[in-house]
């Protein structure tokens, strides 16, 4: 089910159950030939995805795992992405919404943060160095307009946005 919420942005909820026999028709290719689907964000060779459903950070990963292999929770490598991811979420968030968001980073054993798609953590953009012991995941924050991230339990739920690389 997917509803319009601003011009050229589509607020996807995935269906349940998890996989990839439950894909919704315009899910189940994203990037083609550097196309995203409708409603999706076009960044430099990548698609950005928005769900509204709210999912723990491993139901999030699971969910765009299962679109294409190279899909993940989004990485955030630069400050010109942050803020054009930023404002995607923003467009997208249904006006009364108040969430923050799961992006691809986690606190791993080896005591430091990972992207889930394996990327190098180059840029960062904490809120504050205060982390919460036990909360090994991160989201956008949504007061900050989605411009700075927090950590939070990995079991919370939240709204998701997956990126395709292409």
Not at 36 to 43: A, D, K, N, Q, V
Not at 60 to 78: D, I, K, Y
Request: charged fraction near 25%; aromatic fraction near 12%; include cysteine.
């Amino acid at each position: 089910m997917h509803c319009t919420l601003h011009p050229g942005c589509v607020h996807r909820t995935p269906p349940a159950p998890w996989g990839p026999a439950g894909l919704h028709p315009a899910l189940q290719g994203p990037p083609l030939g550097g196309i995203c689907p409708r409603g999706w964000l076009h960044w430099r060779g990548g698609c950005y995805g928005y769900f509204g459903r709210e999912a723990t950070w491993r139901q999030a990963e699971g969910w765009c795992r299962t679109l294409r292999r190279s899909c993940h929770l989004a990485s955030v490598l630069s400050a010109e992405e942050h803020r054009a991811l930023a404002k995607f979420v923003s467009q997208c968030q249904r006006a009364k919404e108040e969430d923050d968001v799961w992006i691809g980073l986690q606190y791993r054993v080896s005591d430091a943060w990972a992207w889930a798609d394996g990327s190098k953590m180059r840029y960062a953009a904490w809120d504050d160095d205060d982390f919460t012991k036990g909360k090994h995941c991160a989201v956008l924050e949504e007061s900050s307009g989605f411009l700075s991230w927090d950590d939070d339990g990995c079991s919370e739920r939240n709204p998701f946005v997956c990126k395709c690389k292409g």
